[in-house]
Structure formats: structure tokens, C-alpha cells
């Protein structure tokens, strides 16, 4: 890679590798549904002005009707989900478990078109099962309200694999700013009646540490990235950009053991290296690249 490419890759591992430490932070003051709910509404203001000067077009019919499924099921219900679970989980667990959404979508998307994933890569893949389930044993070790989080993060995981092997099918015609900015809409809106209704009364604590964690949130990891990540999809193959993955999780885990002295169990640490691991496999195994850009919502 050109030098240029070199620092605009690793700025992009830099940011969305820091957004779980930015979440924990956030959801530390602020109700998590809100914060969720908020951090879209920020992104949506700023990209709508920019789809317009681009006058990039709206899809229809089936197109936006994809979009409106995946609004719930790749943002509304696994987002609002992760931001609740890092009110109890490490922001360094949470990471590395969701690095294993390529293995739920390899999965699923081979089982979905009847395709036979190759034997190596299928060994691969239960080894990554076998990583997220000694993370799990490292949560429930920790307490039972941390192993629940971990378990709604799994669930979370399941979610956006499923739904981005639906969005890489349905998606190809859309425009990535467009479909973002549709689907941060409405599920900012739904969120924001969700946070209406479960928290209710609950305060808020806007100290500069909640408000510079949804600013970075909004802007840094969303409107800032996504031009960069687009531009280093023209400039790179597909798989090296795919890499970024693999990257995230180690920056999330650094920063919340040396900024929120979060701890690293023996299990959380071996659990983590089997399932980036896998992950690193099981994506050079597949003849294409898994990841859409909807997925980096979250990091």
C-alpha cells in the first residue's frame, strides 16, 4: 500500500476499534437507549445535506423495502441491544464477540444458498464457537449480570450475520450513503420511541466525557469514516479492506484495559485469539468478501 493508503487504513482501525470504548463511556451517563437513539439522529442531520448536494437517488419498491427491514434488524434491535450489554459487559469483550458476525453470516449465507462450506473453513468456524463460548464462561465467572450481557451481545451477533448476508443480496444498487442514512433514520426513530416508553424519568448526565464520546460516536465513527472507508474501497481489494475486522477488536481491547482498567482474563484473552482467529480463516476461505458496509455502524 501507498503511504497515503497506509494512514488512512490504520485512522480507520483507529476509529471504529475505538467506538466500543466510546459506547462505554457514553452508556455510563447516559440511559443506553437514548444514547443509541441520539447518536443516530446526529449522523442522520449530517448526512442528509450531504446525499442532497451529491443528489444521490432514493431507492423504491423492493430496495426500500429492504431497507426498512434491515433498519430494525441490522440497526434498531442488534445496536440498541449492544448499547444496553456494555452498561454490564467490557467494552473489550464486546468487541471481540461481535468480530465473530463474518462466521454467523459464512454460516448462514452458505446454508441460505445451499453452498458447501469447504471442510477447513467449517473447522475453522467451530472453532470460533468454542472461542465465544469461553468468553461466555469468562463473563459468567465475572457475575451472572455480565454473563447476560455477553449473551445479548451474542445475540446481537446473530442478528446483523443474518442480516447483512440479506443486505449484500439486496443492497447492491443503493448507495451506502443512502441506505446508512435511511436506516439510522428510522431506526433513530423507533429507538427513541423504545427509550420513550423503557426509560421513562431516567436522568441523564451530559458531563463532557458523555457529550465527546456521542460526538465521536456521531461524527468521528460515522461521518468521518464513511467517506474514508469508501475511498479505500476503490483503492483497495475488497479482502485487504475486510482486514479492518480483525484490527478493531485489538485497538477496543487495549484501549478499555489501559483507559478503563477493564480486566483480561486468561479466558477472555485465549477465547479472543481463538475467535479472531477464525475469523481471519474462515474470511480468506470465502471466495468473497462477507462484510457490507451497514455493519460498521457499530464499529
Known sequence: MTLRKTI???VLCLVWGSTWLAIRILVEQV???RAAALRFAIAVCVLVP???ARRLKMPRGRALLANLILSVTMIAVPIGLIFWAETRVPSGMTAVLFSAVPLVAGLYANSANSRRMPHSAMLALLAGIGGMLLLLSSALSASLDQAVGAMVVIAAV????ISSVYAKKELAAVHPLVST?????VAGVLLAGMSAVLERGRPSHWNGDAI???LFLSL???VFAFPLYFWLLKEMEAYQIGTIQWFEPLVAVVEGAILLDEPLSWRMIV????????VVYVMRASEEDDATVTLKITG
Request: hydrophobic fraction near 55%.
Open 181 to 185: 442514512m435511511l436506516q439510522l433514520c
Open 220 to 222: 468521528g465513527a460515522t
Open 50 to 52: 450531504l446525499i442532497a
Open 271 to 278: 477465547g479472543g485469539t481463538i475467535v479472531l482467529a477464525s
Open 31 to 33: 440511559s443506553p437507549i
Open 158 to 161: 446473530v442478528t446483523t450475520g
Open 8 to 10: 488512512a487504513f490504520a
Open 212 to 214: 465527546g464520546a456521542l
